[in-house]
């Protein structure tokens, strides 16, 4: 009885099944392919820790209700546009641990209930500007220790629900081209997001620094590529010899490009700190001087009434000796 139950239920030969969850484990089986006996009414499939090289379309057909599916730590290095075609329902996914490189535009258009994504440990260099349609519901999404460089601000953007996202141990080259990710990740923080630091691995200068610590000032915006070429740079019939200084000259030209796309340092970036600091001294010495200017034009006025009226009473005293001869000069005369 022992022997047969896993037949009677259903259970794969190298599977454990838990029948009140409705999980099946298949860890740790040295499994290459997904087992083809699955119970239909499987919610969690845990396949972590196998050999399991890759996975065909519609791989997982069988449990249409699963909603947690574990892949961590196989040897998977490619994944199909329908792998996951017909799992409506599934809200976590975990591909940690793999060898994937690169991941295809229509992956996840078939997951609209996905909530949690974890690709860590992988060797992804790249990332599309979007994998399907737009993730209303995901909110979780991990993708550190990769081989990022840049990540499109777009790809952010259509998951309107996200609260925590982790980007650490990528190859970030923080130019002008990050300069998007950073302010996004900065009103992503502000409205109480959670991520982890994205740390600099280029340009020197800024290698081993945190994104969201470079001031933003210090980025200048990436210049347009031009698409007007010159009659010099188009080339002519029968004059292959001609076609290698053209293309030296637009090889040049595409690193002259590149040179203006990487960050410019200043000697004194801008503080806000420090100009609200200049702001407030010049205000003070301003209200100092314009007091010292007004109790001056106070003392100059009093100075000047009391240097007048003294003035005016020295007259008076030298006039009354006056006044009075004429006036007893005048009694004589009469008498």
């Known amino acids: 009885m022992i022997f047969l139950l896993p037949v ?34 499987t919610l969690t499939l845990h396949l972590q820790d196998n050999q399991i090289h890759q996975l065909p379309t519609s791989a997982f057909k069988s449990v249409p209700q699963l909603t947690t599916l574990n892949l961590y730590n196989n040897s998977l290095s490619n994944l199909t546009p329908g792998v996951f075609h017909g799992l409506q329902h599934l809200r976590v996914l975990n591909l940690t641990q793999n060898s994937l490189h690169s991941l295809e535009s229509r992956l996840f258009h078939s997951l609209p209930q996905l909530r949690e994504l974890d690709l860590s440990s992988n060797n992804i260099s790249h990332l599309p500007a979007s994998l399907g349609e737009p993730w209303e519901n995901l909110t979780v999404l991990a993708i550190q220790q990769n081989r990022l460089r840049q990540l499109d601000r777009a790809l952010l953007e259509s998951m309107p629900r996200i609260k925590h996202l982790f980007l650490k141990d990528n190859l970030w080259k923080c130019n002008c081209h990050l300069l998007s990710l950073k302010l996004w990740l900065e009103t992503f923080v502000y409205k109480g997001g959670i991520t982890d630091s994205i740390i600099c691995v280029s340009p020197d200068t800024w290698k081993g620094k945190d994104l969201l610590e470079i001031p933003h000032e210090l980025y200048h915006p990436c210049p347009f590529p031009s698409l007007h070429l010159q009659p010099s740079q188009v080339p002519q019939l029968g004059a292959d010899h001609q076609a290698v200084p053209r293309l030296s000259e637009s090889h040049s030209t595409g690193e002259r490009g590149h040179r203006e796309c990487e960050i410019k340092p200043k000697p004194r970036p801008a503080n806000l700190r420090h100009a609200m600091a200049t702001i407030v001294i010049t205000g003070v010495v301003c209200g100092v001087v314009c007091l010292m ?21 020295r007259l008076a005293q030298a006039n009354e000796p006056t006044k009075t001869g004429g006036k007893e000069l005048c009694d004589s005369s009469l008498a």
């Open 8 to 41: 009677v239920c259903g259970c794969p030969e190298r599977c454990r099944c838990h029948s009140p969850s409705n999980s099946v484990d298949c860890s740790r089986q040295g499994l290459a392919e997904i087992p083809s006996d699955l119970p239909p009414q």
């Open 293 to 313: 200017m007004l109790a001056a034009a106070i003392y100059g006025c009093t100075y000047a009434a009391i240097t007048a009226q003294d003035h005016a009473g």
